[in-house]
């Protein structure tokens, strides 16, 4: 099926430092989503991004947090400068279309804050 | 507060039992649901969507449906211990955001 790739799937970065964590979403897809779910916990939407645009940010999407994919490329999620509370993995999700169309996720980023 | 509620929060059943799980939505607007399961350590993946009304059945697993009432469920007959899992309900209207539940963590005891 339709795969979802992420890149790294680890990284440990210590506190204040900046962290891309990179996405390559299906390849006809148009909406494209960040989730963050800390160990054992439920999962908990980020931002959704539709034509070079994020539609919607939830509270957990702080100032430090960015998001771009510049001319089809990655779709990437910057954080800067990194905090001990961001440590969680993170995972992209994409989907074709809105309505009825599912949404694929990729494997995960773990990202460590040391 | 929570758009899309999941019950129980946890479950225990012995294998090959039947599980049952619940998901309801508060939002009027809602139009289409999914079972997504995560696996310790993995991704979620999509189990089972349904759209309409009534009921739909793929080998081991049903859903159902009542729009009237917002609420799905999802039950999972002769469960294995491979079905242990957390279960994610999400729904969505037609927008492209889909809300999602905080899950159900199911235990399936050999």
């Known amino acids: 099926g339709p795969k979802v790739l992420q890149i790294p799937s680890h990284q440990i970065i210590d506190m204040g430092q900046m962290v891309t964590l990179n996405c390559d979403p299906v390849?006809?897809?148009?909406?494209f989503y960040w989730y963050k779910q800390i160990l054992g916990q439920q999962m908990e939407f980020l931002v959704n991004?539709?034509?070079?645009?994020?539609?919607?940010k939830s509270k957990l999407f702080k100032d430090q947090f960015s998001v771009e994919r510049p001319d089809g490329s990655y779709f990437t999620l910057k954080i800067q400068p990194t905090a001990l509370e961001d440590s969680a993995v993170y995972f992209c999700a994409s989907r074709r279309d809105w309505g009825g169309d599912e949404q694929y996720f990729g494997p995960g980023t773990r990202l460590t804050v040391l | 507060q929570q758009k899309v509620q999941q019950s129980p929060e946890s479950l225990i059943v012995p294998e090959g039992g039947m599980a049952s799980l619940n998901c309801t939505s508060s939002d009027r607007n809602v139009d289409y649901f999914w079972w997504y399961r995560q696996h310790s350590g993995k991704s979620p993946k999509m189990l089972m969507s349904i759209f309409s009304n009534g009921e739909k059945e793929e080998g081991r697993f049903t859903v159902h449906l009542n729009k009237a009432s917002l609420h799905t469920s999802l039950h999972i007959r002769d469960s294995q211990p491979s079905d242990s899992a957390l279960y994610l309900c999400a729904a969505s209207s037609s927008n492209y955001q889909l809300i999602w539940g905080s899950g159900t963590k199911l235990i399936i005891k050999p």
């Open positions: 991004f539709y034509n070079g645009k994020v539609m919607e």
């Open positions: 390849s006809n897809h148009l909406y």
